[in-house]
T-cell receptor
Framework: AQSVTQPDIHITVSEGASLELRCNYS??????LFWYVQSPGQGLQLLLK??????LVQGIKGFEAEFKRSQSSFNLRKPSVHWSDAAEYFC????????????FGSGTRLSIRP | EAGVTQFPSHSVIEKGQTVTLRCDPI?????LYWYRRVMGKEIKFLLH????????ESGMPNNRFLAERTGGTYSTLKVQPAELEDSGVYFC??????????????FGEGSRLTVL
């Protein structure tokens, strides 16, 4: 079945440490890939997206993600986290360009240790 | 410019009652989407409006849910009668483009529904 998997429910990292959030998808072709963030009291915000081309994608707030076709992965990274990065992060896919719906993963909650 | 606005932010009702959630999209956005997150699980698509027409309602769970978008502006999502499993956070999103694959969706903060 088609799915998006975020294996880590909750991650805690120290402020200033590097971060990697994992995402794997299960689709026949390369879908459109997204990372969203939901900070407390706010709506979902798009961090970055991958459609085609360079497999390393830069996003807002210093985040980047790398698409690896061989691993069906789209992991999110940040070299040095800030306390304000504490939030819930969602990996998502759109199976093809004309699809109406976004398929979300179950989310990873990120806590920052002072 | 105002973002996507949802009301109420939190609603607590008893099983069997009716609740209506409202979404005001960004002005000029023809595309409006409803999503739902139940019990900390994944966020799931409910339906997609293009102006006042339902483009895709394949995610609506059952006929207790009724979504409308009269005049192609704001939208309402009514749950009648509410059941315990309807508890969750209901997100609304809007976009100028027709699909998430071609344009960015802007999400509201969500309406949290608790059914007791």
């Amino acid at each position: 079945a088609q799915s998006v998997t975020q294996p880590d429910i909750h991650i805690t990292v120290s402020e200033g440490a590097s971060l990697e959030l994992r995402c794997n998808y299960s689709y026949g072709a390369t879908p459109y890939l997204f990372w969203y963030v939901q900070s407390p009291g706010q709506g979902l915000q798009l961090l970055l997206k991958y459609f085609s081309g360079d497999t390393l994608v830069q996003g807002i707030k210093g985040f980047e993600a790398e698409f690896k076709r061989s691993q069906s992965s789209f992991n999110l990274r940040k070299p040095s986290v800030h306390w304000s990065d504490a939030a819930e992060y969602f990996c998502a896919v759109v199976p093809y360009s004309s699809a109406s719906k976004i398929i979300f993963g179950s989310g990873t909650r990120l806590s920052i240790r002072p | 410019e105002a973002g996507v606005t949802q009301f109420p932010s939190h609603s607590v009702i008893e099983k069997g009652q009716t609740v209506t959630l409202r979404c005001d999209p960004i002005s000029g956005h023809d595309n409006l989407y409803w999503y739902r997150r139940v019990m900390g699980k994944e966020i799931k698509f409910l339906l997609h409006f293009v102006k006042e027409s339902k483009q895709d309602e394949s995610g609506m769970p059952n006929n207790r849910f009724l979504a409308e978008r009269t005049g192609g502006t704001y939208s309402t999502l009514k749950v009648q009668p509410a059941e315990l499993e309807d508890s969750g956070v209901y997100f609304c999103a809007s976009s100028q483009s027709g699909t998430p694959g071609t344009g960015e969706l802007f999400f509201g903060e969500g309406s949290r529904l608790t059914v007791l």
